[in-house]
């Protein structure tokens, strides 16, 4: 079946520092690729998606990339701030599915 | 806005007690659908409807009933509480065509004893 691997974590870093979350994939067909993240008490939200092999998507900063050839959907973002600490779910979909399958999560701190 | 909102945000049962956490959503969202989320194993599908009168099973059903009689609301019923229902649960929502894109509730804290 589907699945859905985050790096481990917790990740810890400084403001402005460089961040990647790596995200990999086992899929059949050509699944979307999601990363939603979770601030602390609430619910999740849509970050950003790809829908097809080499789409960027991106949004308040962060980007990923949907590598086929890498089954990889990383997360960056090139310079934290305090107000990105939250937990980053990375997600797929499958071509015709009607489901979201979510990988552990990462909890993000990012310390002034 | 209301989106989606979730009923009670915080619950403790006793093993064997049955409880309904409620969920209503106001965007005429045709999807509905209800997540567990436990530490290290991410947001697991439990129920899932396209619509009223339709629901369907998702990777963890056991345990839990649900009904749509309604567009606006996707209760999810609790018959029996386990420890091992002891989680956050989530209620999201989507338009029927689903895009990944779900609308989620702030969730519900659900401890069993």
């Known amino acids: 079946g589907d699945s859905v691997t985050q790096m481990e974590g917790p990740v810890t870093l400084s403001e402005e520092a460089f961040l990647t979350i790596n995200c990999t994939y086992t899929?059949?067909?050509?699944?979307?690729l999601f990363w939603y993240v979770q601030y602390p008490g609430e619910g999740l939200q849509l970050l950003l998606k790809a829908t097809k092999a080499d789409d960027k998507g991106s949004n308040k900063g962060f980007e990923a990339t949907y590598r086929k050839e890498t089954t990889s959907f990383h997360l960056e973002k090139g310079s934290v701030q305090v107000s990105d600490s939250a937990v980053y779910f990375c997600a797929l979909s499958p071509t015709s599915g009607s489901r979201l399958t979510f990988g552990e999560g990462t909890q993000l701190t990012v310390n002034p | 806005n209301a989106g989606v909102t979730q009923t009670p945000k915080f619950q403790v049962l006793k093993t064997g007690q049955s409880m309904t956490l409620q969920c209503a959503q106001d965007m005429n969202h045709e999807y509905m659908s209800w997540y567990r989320q436990d530490p290290g194993m991410g947001l697991r599908l439990i129920h899932y409807?396209?619509?009223?009168?339709?629901?369907d099973q998702g990777e963890v059903p056991n345990g839990y009933n649900v009904s749509r009689s309604t567009t606006e609301d996707f209760p999810l019923r609790l018959l029996s509480a386990a420890p091992s229902q002891t989680s956050v649960y989530f209620c999201a929502s989507s338009y029927l065509h689903f895009t990944g894109e779900l609308f989620f509730g702030e969730g519900s804290r659900l401890t069993v004893l």
């Open positions: 899929a059949t067909g050509y699944p979307s």
């Open positions: 409807s396209v619509g009223a009168g339709i629901t």
